[in-house]
């Protein structure tokens, strides 16, 4: 499966923005999909995801401000992000795996990787 990744821009604190992943090659149904993220001097972390099964994961950083979707006839998944500070600041990267996809999931176990796409929150 192939991920181009759009949506990521310079932002005010407190503001938003919506990240898109879309998917070519393969139905994204059928795989664990989400996104990590990488800040300067950082190792990439999970922020969110959504299984196979729709189970929905966000980790604790972001929880109550980003809200993960996908539309299945689009074969795109998003990443609505409020509320931002400085600390949201990275390289945002959207995945997905054939298997599994939650918040123990370190990058090295992800399959298929989009481009990044930069988020800058000015403060």
């Known amino acids: 499966v192939q991920l181009q990744a759009s949506g990521g821009g310079l932002v005010q604190a407190g503001g938003s923005l919506r990240l898109s992943c879309a998917a070519s090659?393969?139905?994204?149904?059928?795989?664990?999909v989400g996104w990590f993220r990488q800040a300067p001097g950082k190792e990439r972390e999970f922020v969110s995801s959504?299984?196979?099964?729709?189970?929905?994961y966000y980790a604790d950083s972001v929880k109550g401000r980003f809200t993960i979707s996908r539309d299945n006839a689009k074969n795109t998944v998003y990443l609505q992000m409020n509320s931002l500070n400085a600390e949201d600041t990275a390289v945002y990267y959207c995945?997905?795996?054939?298997?599994?996809?939650?918040?123990?999931?370190?990058?090295?176990?992800?399959?298929?990787w989009g481009q990044g796409t930069l988020v800058t929150v000015s403060s």
């Open positions: 959504i299984t196979r099964y729709v189970r929905y």
């Open positions: 090659g393969r139905t994204l149904s059928t795989y664990a």
């Open positions: 995945a997905a795996d054939a298997s599994y996809m939650g918040l123990d999931t370190t990058w090295h176990e992800i399959e298929y």
